[in-house]
Every structure is written in structure tokens, then in C-alpha cells.
């Protein structure tokens, strides 16, 4: 197989962890959503999930003041909700209105799930060594929400420059993995 070079900026259109969500926090009065899609798994019992903010984000500022969030999980019937809210600031939009996002208060946090996602992971920080390097926060998920009604979650999958993939075919192959 002919190979060429690949440019190294290019190199998080191919790695990019996981689904993309629609992360909430609130802190005192105001509330954001952002679209985020730099976050992986780190540990599985309990739920550990890094994830990348940037410093000068709401979102950054009101997580800091309040240690806790929600990992909101949109499947494809959301895509331009995500990309609005991706492509606009929470410091003069309200998101929730302007994208028709519905709040609903969780069960352990502040920060609203989005009544829309098919998922919601309530998160509280555990570790914010990584933060001021290179923007890493450590959540520990500490409740959570399903639709059962979802059966095919078509997740948007963020590959760079306005291109997503939504997830497709499931296959199932045995694992020792319980």
C-alpha cells in the first residue's frame, strides 16, 4: 500500500476519541453548553473520563468555580444543534434557547442535562493536576441517565474541519472481557 506523508497537524482527524457531546456546566446564575469531543475513558469501575477544555472557554471558567458537569450524549438528529452550540460562545448566547436545548435538572450536580441526548453522565472533578498544562480534567462520573427507547445510538464522531462520522453498523465478536 502507497503511503505519503501525513501532515502531524492532521494527526487528531484520525485519533479522535469518541462521540461527540454537548458538555453543561453551571456556576451561581449562569449555565453553558459547549461541544466537546476531546475526552476518553480512563479507568471503567468507578467511571473516570478525561477531558480536554480549553482555558479560555465559559465552559473552563464555570467548571473551575464549580467542580462538576454533565457529559451530555446527542445521537445524529441533534448534528445541528451540536455544530450551533460547537460554533458559538456561551458568553453572549444562551444555548439552551437559541438551539432549542430543553434543561433538566440532574439528580447529584448543578449543571443541567439537556433533555434531547439519549445519554447523560452526571461528573464531578477528581483531579485537576493536568489542567493548567494542557487543559486535562479528570471527572468522575457519579450518576448517570439512558433512553430506553434509543436502540441504535448514531453517534457524531468529530473527524476536523466541519466533517463528522455518525456511527454505523454494530458488530458483536467474543470477548473474555466481562
Known amino acids: 500500500m502507497e503511503k505519503q506523508p ?7 482527524r484520525l485519533i479522535e476519541p469518541g462521540p461527540v457531546v454537548l458538555l453543561t456546566t453551571a456556576h451561581r446564575h449562569r449555565r453553558n ?17 478525561g477531558c480536554v477544555i480549553g482555558d479560555g472557554s465559559l465552559s473552563f471558567e464555570l467548571l473551575m468555580a464549580s467542580k462538576e458537569c454533565v457529559i451530555n450524549i446527542p445521537s445524529e ?4 444543534q ?17 438551539f432549542g436545548l430543553t434543561p433538566v435538572a440532574a439528580e447529584t450536580v448543578a449543571a443541567p442535562l439537556i433533555d434531547e441526548c439519549f445519554a447523560n ?16 480534567f479528570i471527572f468522575q462520573v457519579v450518576a448517570g441517565q439512558i ?8 453517534t457524531l ?16 465478536l ?5
Open 147 to 154: 433512553s430506553p427507547s434509543i436502540e441504535a445510538k448514531h
Open 82 to 98: 451540536v455544530v450551533g452550540c460547537g460554533n458559538s460562545s456561551g458568553r453572549n448566547t444562551d444555548k439552551f434557547r437559541a
Open 174 to 178: 467474543s470477548s473474555s472481557m466481562p
Open 121 to 136: 453522565l452526571e461528573c464531578k472533578v477528581v483531579d485537576t493536576k493536568m489542567v493548567s498544562q494542557y487543559g486535562l
Open 33 to 49: 453548553v459547549m461541544t466537546q469531543s476531546w475526552h476518553t475513558m480512563i479507568e471503567f469501575e468507578p467511571p473516570i473520563i
Open 77 to 80: 438528529d441533534l448534528a445541528g
Open 6 to 12: 501525513l501532515i502531524l497537524a492532521d494527526v487528531y
Open 157 to 172: 464522531h468529530h473527524q476536523g474541519r466541519g466533517t463528522f462520522m455518525i456511527a454505523g453498523e454494530t458488530i458483536t
